[in-house]
């Protein structure tokens, strides 16, 4: 062994001269691919992996009559989520996230998916079976030209009755005279009809060109209502449950989301109307210094000062203090 | 050397460049530094391993489309080896990358090394984000419609909308794999080109040597 086999300070400019040890670079491979293969074929067989079927336009018209029917109230009336959303959906004043002060990027971008509510999930969708049914084609006409004024006080009415609602065999039990109601009671009891039959799963979903892979609009009706979030909040997948990090089930999810999803729990982005463009911000400067972390003042010169280098080089580091005390005839300690 | 290895064309230049750069000994090394002896060294073999997982269950899913793991067993099967070989992958890249900052491996131009490693883990975030969007099942819609805010609220919803299935798939299977390969293969041949950063300087902890052999 020469004097600079083990050098205690081991130039990383320069190629390594030291001592070296026989390597099979292609072995380690193969056995890690083998070894790391087998492992998730074990995780697999023994704990296979989740898959909670979608919900569904009928399913939730089905299982909550009335959230269903109140979330297309509100789509019909411009109060619903999507509707009041702003960027990249609407145009819609005050409703975009800021990052910092009145700083918007999604204000800056603008209405680049323009989703009209009202027509996008429930005119839209009624006027397919509206060819075929002379009544709904009043219904949809009578509203369309009415003026906002009554369109308000329609849906408002109707909202009211349906806190008080009665679902029998699937349908709305009650009495909605036009005179209060308009022609509200005609659209939601035929949007309610083509929801529990399926029909407006297809409704949304479908486009002129046949081939559709976009559920935009399905998703974001969805997303308005309560039932989805109910069925999330059962798999523990809320916000305020860590959701984004979470997998349906006992399975592991995206573990390495947490501090993503930490921001969330914390003020002043959990209680913030812009808290998710805060989030993002915060997580695109800890990305930042994350890529440029050997240039970051105080964070490169911490694994100095933890010191765990010692225990990982620990071996190294024993026979190099030996070396060194041999060549300066020290005696041993 | 003859005449015809120095000739000035496009593919002989980047030939000696490449070889000059990396010899054949140095990408297929059959000798390591004798500090390489730890083991935090294996996360970066394992991250790669398991990174083969994904894509080959990855590769066999796609071989029949996004639907067949709802209907077949065996489909089933391979979406677990695609969701575990995923999880299996995370936990060896985040091991190896605490690895390389406790040994503060940026040192000694490797700068660039820690930076393709810090962007290929951001990547495969991204990558597996998008795979979890386009799963077709309660959690793909959950998933989507949460995510959509903060991508919304960042500018980037109107442009990556994760409401949109078919785009998340491309996304998913095409672009964001092929960014991760591009960055772990440019990852793997700095390492490769730098060799393994040595050990910090530092007086090492008192006790009796061992015999050195």
Redesign the interface.
Same mark, same amino acid.
């Given at each position: 062994m020469s004097s600079t086999d083990y050098p205690l300070a081991p130039d990383p400019t320069v190629e390594w001269s030291g001592a070296t040890r026989r390597y099979d670079i292609l072995k380690e491979a193969v056995i890690a691919t083998v070894s790391v293969t087998a492992l998730a074929a074990a995780l697999s067989l023994l704990f296979s992996s989740p898959d909670l079927k979608p919900v569904t336009f009928q399913g939730w018209a089905q299982a909550a009559p009335k959230d269903f029917l109140v979330t297309a109230l509100s789509e019909l009336d411009g109060t619903s989520g999507v509707a009041t959303y702003g960027p990249p959906y609407n145009n819609v004043a005050g409703a975009s996230q800021n990052i910092i002060g009145h700083f918007s990027l999604e204000s800056l971008v603008g209405a680049q998916i323009p989703i009209n509510a009202s027509i996008a999930f429930v005119l839209g969708p009624l006027s397919i079976p509206a060819q075929s049914s002379p009544g709904l084609r009043a219904a949809l006409a009578v509203y369309g030209h009415a003026p906002p004024a009554a369109r308000r006080a329609w849906t408002a009415a109707f909202a009211k009755a349906l806190n008080a609602a009665r679902f029998k065999n699937g349908a709305l039990v009650g009495s909605f005279p036009a005179a209060r109601y308009g022609p509200v009671p005609v659209l939601m009891s035929d949007l309610f009809a083509m929801a529990t039959s399926g029909a407006l799963d297809g409704a949304l979903t479908s486009t002129s060109r046949f081939y559709q892979t976009n559920f935009t609009k399905a998703l974001l009706f969805l997303a308005d209502g309560g039932y989805l979030g109910t069925l999330a909040q059962m798999q523990n997948l809320l916000g305020e449950q860590w959701g984004m990090m979470n997998e349906t089930g006992n399975y592991p999810g995206q573990a390495w989301l947490w501090l993503y999803t930490f921001w969330y729990q914390v003020p002043p982005m959990s209680t913030s109307p812009s808290g998710d463009a805060q989030v993002w911000a915060i997580m695109a400067i800890l990305s930042l210094g994350l890529i440029l972390l050997p240039f970051v003042p105080g964070v490169r010169a911490l694994p100095r000062r933890l010191g765990i280098y010692r225990l990982i080089w620990r071996d190294y580091y024993r026979v190099a203090e030996h070396q060194e005390q041999s060549a300066s005839g020290a005696p041993r300690t | 050397m003859s005449a015809e290895q120095q000739a000035p064309t496009w593919t002989g230049r980047l030939r000696r460049m490449g070889v000059g750069a990396l010899p054949p000994e140095r990408l297929?090394?059959?000798?390591?530094?004798?500090?390489?002896?730890?083991w935090?060294y294996?996360f970066g073999?394992?991250t790669?391993?398991?990174f083969?997982?994904v894509l080959t269950?990855g590769a066999v899913l796609a071989l029949a489309g996004p639907s067949w793991? @709802?209907v077949s067993s065996i489909g @089933?099967?391979v979406?677990?080896? @695609?969701?575990?070989?995923t999880?299996?992958f995370?936990f060896?890249m985040?091991v190896h990358l605490w690895?390389q900052?406790?040994?503060?491996a940026?040192?000694?131009?490797?700068?660039l090394t820690? %930076?393709m490693g810090? %962007?290929a883990?951001?990547a495969s %975030?991204g990558t597996?984000?998008t795979g979890?969007l386009v799963?077709?099942?309660?959690?793909?819609?959950? %998933?989507?419609?949460?995510?959509k805010?903060?991508?919304?609220?960042?500018?980037i919803?109107?442009?990556f909308?994760v409401?949109?299935?078919?785009?998340m798939?491309m996304w998913h299977v095409v672009l964001l794999p092929l960014v991760v390969a591009l960055l772990i293969g440019g990852h793997v041949l700095l390492v490769r080109r730098r060799?393994v950063?040595?050990?910090?300087?530092?007086?090492?902890?008192?006790?009796?040597?061992?015999a050195?052999r």
């Open positions: - | 297929l090394p059959d000798t390591q530094p004798v500090y390489v002896s730890s935090v294996v073999v394992l790669l391993a398991a083969v997982v269950s793991w @709802h @089933h099967f979406n677990s080896m @695609h969701l575990w070989g999880e299996l995370f060896f985040v690895g900052f406790f040994m503060a940026w040192r000694g131009r490797r700068t820690w %930076i810090a %962007i883990f951001l %975030i597996a984000f979890y799963q077709q099942n309660l959690d793909s819609q959950w %998933i989507s419609t949460q995510a805010d903060g991508l919304n609220a960042s500018g919803g109107a442009f909308n409401l949109n299935f078919g785009q798939l060799g950063c040595p050990p910090l300087p530092g007086r090492p902890p008192a006790g009796p040597g061992p050195v």
